[in-house]
């Protein structure tokens, strides 16, 4: 059974449960995205449950599982806590409370302070035939949780004696037999732990807290307007009935209480326990008394009452009820019955059941300090905001995996000022740079408008030009072209043109022969020109010049229909000036090698001459 549980949806994450539990026993992890409660070394004593004020822990609901004990064969007696003449201030007369709990279909109702009346008086037997043992006292379930678990050598100071919860348990058994079922109610939480245990085994079925029995009146519509009178189940209390006061048992017990004669020191409180249990085992040889120790402030402020209760009010309650019920007591039956019930084993044994942890070494505890910012001892503050009693003890609980370092409030403010600071200057640097930003956009908005102006001059230039202009892309997908080109393609162009202007985005595959556009491919796959070259396109011959803008990108074209007026008469001209050209080369080749053939025939000839006069001298 897991008694105490965080609600997740619920936690605000302010760790006040963690500044309050008295073991360290709720862990803080950065991989956790809330508390959680360890349960082994949790002590059941609600110190939670109480200071939380988004009402996100909560403990075991016992509703249920006594609702089903009420609807079964069994028997059921209730047992309530002497406390409940503190809790239940709205309930005018008690005779009217206990009808409201027979009515939830308890077969018995009896009161606790007789079993309290028992329990003292094995007190008051121990701490009179004193033997140079002093013990603290078992009453409060979360004290005998802190000594068991927190400081296990004085397990054997523990008074071996059973809670008056378990106790009156004995005594519903005892009158009534084994086949009893037993629910407690009272104002303590760890009860629901303790009815578990080996000394209550199998004699308290389940418990009922004060706010849960409040529940179930509501449930039912109980009030007291429309019950009567009904006393408790015999056997009756007597001073018993102020055991929810912390001194209460010592009443009961007639334990002397004088400052100069009393062997036996009271404590009740969160702060006061844990410093009685403290100097308890570093100082017993010189106390040299018993301890009689409550968690709460008494029973009157348990967590299982009635949350925000008036101690005071409560507690003058608590002492005006037990006036009242002594008043009727009688006193023959109370002691008859103390000597029928006497003969109870009051006897209990406890274990140590060390959950300490290890304590980390010096080097984890300086590399918490590095951390947390702290270099020496005059950096320790031990303001106790994180819960721990010093920075000392907070940097242990760190390196033990309890805490985290942002529990710290000092490592927290200055982790915060910190980044205030860095925040500052990146925000004058985030308005620097938003300033220069500023600039650069309205730099880049003129450019921007001046490249769109520039792209609709061009634009408009190329729809100007009378040759056909195309430019594609990589994969021949026309990006612009102008009307030129349009017309140079035909009808069909020209009703695409009509949907989307331009011809964008069109393949220039579907739309031309292949040994024209794998013009273009080549252009773009080679980075070459291919200029003034013609290509038979339909029944018309087109000059194409073909050019990279951007080498396996994007390519342009200017392509002119040579059979166009214009065009044909200029490029008459052009070819027969490239004629005359090529035939004056031509005429100046062939004049070259007339020249050279007459001058050789000259000089052939006069060698001819010469020759035959010589010849006709030596005839």
Not at 324 to 351: A, C, G, M, V
Request: proline share 3%.
């Amino acid at each position: 059974m897991k008694l105490i549980h965080i609600l997740e949806d619920k936690c605000k994450q302010s760790y006040s449960c963690v500044r309050i539990c008295p073991v360290k026993a709720i862990e803080v992890k950065a991989t956790q995205a809330t508390p959680v409660i360890v349960e082994d070394r949790c002590i059941g004593c609600g110190s939670c449950v109480t200071v939380c004020s988004s009402d996100a822990i909560t403990y075991y609901d016992s509703k249920d599982n006594v609702k089903a004990l009420l609807q079964s064969d069994a028997k059921v007696a209730a047992v309530c806590g002497p406390s409940i003449s503190g809790e239940f201030s709205d309930i005018t007369d008690y005779r009217k409370f206990v009808t409201m709990i027979r009515s939830l279909g308890f077969d018995y109702v009896m009161e606790a302070a007789f079993a309290v009346d028992l329990v003292a008086r094995k007190y008051a037997e121990l701490f009179n035939n004193f033997k140079g043992k002093y013990y603290i006292s078992t009453c409060c379930p979360a004290i005998v949780s802190l000594i068991e678990k927190f400081h296990p050598e004085l397990t054997d100071n523990l008074a071996p004696i059973i809670s008056p919860m378990v106790a009156a348990a004995e005594v519903v058994h005892m009158k009534y037999g084994d086949d009893i079922k037993v629910v407690y109610i009272g104002p303590c939480i760890d009860y629901k732990k303790e009815a578990l245990a080996t000394s209550a085994q199998g004699l308290v079925n389940e418990v009922l807290t004060f706010a849960e029995l409040r529940d179930l009146f509501k449930e039912f519509a109980i009030s007291e307007s429309n019950q009567e009178f009904s006393e408790f189940d015999a056997p009756i209390g007597s001073k018993g009935s102020l055991y929810p006061l912390s001194n209460g048992i010592l009443q009961a017990a007639d334990i002397s209480e004088d400052l100069l004669t009393s062997t036996v020191i009271t404590a009740e409180g969160r702060e006061s326990v844990l410093d009685a249990v403290r100097e308890f085992e570093q100082h017993l040889e010189k106390i040299n008394q018993h301890f009689n120790l409550f968690y709460c402030e008494g029973c009157l402020m348990g967590p299982g009452t009635t949350q925000n209760g008036d101690k005071f009010l409560r507690r003058s309650l608590v002492t005006k009820y037990s006036k009242k019920r002594l008043k009727t007591l009688d006193i023959t039956q109370w002691k008859k019955d103390i000597e029928t019930y006497n003969s109870i084993d009051f006897s209990r044994t406890f274990h140590p059941n060390d959950k300490r942890l290890p304590m980390p070494g010096d080097e984890q505890i300086a590399e918490v300090y590095r951390i947390l910012g702290k270099k020496n001892s005059d950096d320790e503050v031990s303001c106790g905001a994180c819960g721990y009693a010093s920075c000392h003890d907070f940097a242990t609980a760190v390196a033990q995996g309890l805490a985290r370092t942002d529990m710290c409030v000092n490592f927290t403010l200055r982790n915060r000022q910190e980044y205030i600071k860095a925040l500052k200057v990146t925000n004058e640097k985030l308005a620097k740079t938003q300033e220069a930003l500023q600039i650069s956009e309205k730099s880049a908005r003129r450019e921007q408008m001046l490249a769109k102006e520039a792209s609709e001059t061009v634009s408009a230039m190329l729809q100007k030009i009378p040759s056909g202009v195309v430019i594609a892309d990589e994969k021949l997908k026309i990006i612009e072209s102008n009307h030129s080109f349009i017309e140079l393609l035909g009808e069909d162009a020209r009703e695409i043109n009509e949907i989307i202007p331009g011809l964008v985005g069109a393949d220039l595959k579907s739309m031309l022969p292949y040994q024209f556009y794998n013009l273009f491919s080549y252009v773009l796959q080679s980075g070459e020109d291919v200029v003034n070259r013609d290509v038979h396109f339909e029944d018309t011959v087109l000059n194409v010049s073909i050019f990279p803008i951007r080498r396996g990108k994007i390519v342009g074209a200017v392509i002119r229909d040579i059979s166009a007026p214009e065009v044909q008469k200029e490029e008459v001209v052009s070819r027969l000036g490239e004629v005359i050209n090529e035939n004056m080369q031509m005429v100046q080749q062939i004049a070259f090698l007339l020249g050279e053939g007459a001058s050789n025939t000259e000089k052939m000839l006069n060698s001819v001459i010469e020759s035959h006069k010589t010849k006709k001298k030596d005839d």
